[in-house]
């Protein structure tokens, strides 16, 4: 079944440590996205990427990195910069312009 | 700055009842209106989506009304179950873009 694997669902670490978070598609997709999402605060746009070793920054990109390697892959590293890094992270994917999103399943990031 | 505005934030409808969500956007420049479902702890899936050619789209008991004089959509959940009790974002995509700006969700719960 094609679909976006995101990984590890829950991850602990402690502050000042960079973290990464994977998110793998096998949906062909051109494009892939990374959300954070916050209670009450809906989805914030992290970084998005429309084709492999290229991205732009979103709305909320400072503290976060990433790579596009490969067009499957679209890893997110939540860094020791990321001042307030405890939340829910989405990854999404999308083919073209004229269809939406298919999100991953998340991953809960928890900073102690 | 919030480029789609939905409302409200949460709603309580009784099981049968209607439940309905706005959504509100001022770039004339979108052409495409999609609606997320998203259950706790897993990501957001696409309900329904519509293009600012039609008024209205249904499928099953989820309608999308769309006004674009007013530059206002939004959803329309029939005959409301405990089974819908999610939280619905409202989301739009401009033609020359692969990015979705969303709305800030809004939790519906039925109650039985």
């Known amino acids: 079944d094609g679909g976006i694997t995101q990984s590890p669902k829950y991850l602990f670490r402690k502050e000042g440590q960079n973290v990464t978070l994977s998110c793998e598609q096998n949906?062909?997709?051109?494009?892939m996205y990374w959300y954070r999402q916050d209670p009450g605060q809906g989805l914030r746009l992290i970084y998005y990427?429309?084709?492999?070793?290229?991205?732009q920054k979103g709305d909320i990109a400072e503290g976060y990195s990433v790579s596009r390697e490969k067009k499957e892959s679209f890893p997110l590293t939540v860094t020791s910069a990321q001042k307030n890094p405890t939340a829910f992270y989405l990854c999404?994917?999308?083919?073209?312009?004229?269809?939406?999103?298919?999100f991953g399943s998340g991953t809960r990031l928890t900073v102690v | 700055q919030q480029q789609v505005k939905q409302s409200p934030q949460s709603l309580i409808v009784q099981k049968g009842g209607i439940s309905i969500i706005n959504c509100a956007y001022e770039n004339t420049a979108f052409d495409y209106f999609p609606w997320y479902q998203q259950f706790p702890g897993k990501g957001p899936a696409l309900l329904i989506a519509?293009?600012?050619?039609?008024s209205e789209k249904k499928e099953g008991r989820f309608t999308i009304s769309f006004n674009k004089s007013a530059k206002q959509f939004s959803l329309h959940i029939m005959d409301s179950q405990p089974g819908d009790s999610a939280t619905y974002f409202c989301?739009?995509?401009?033609?020359?873009?692969?990015?979705?700006?969303f709305g800030a969700g809004t939790t519906v719960t039925v109650r039985a």
């Open positions: 990427s429309q084709i492999v070793n290229d991205f």
């Open positions: 989301a739009a995509r401009r033609s020359n873009d692969y990015k979705l700006s």
């Open positions: 999404a994917s999308s083919e073209d312009r004229r269809r939406g999103y298919t």
């Open positions: 519509i293009r600012p050619d039609v």
């Open positions: 949906l062909n997709h051109d494009a």
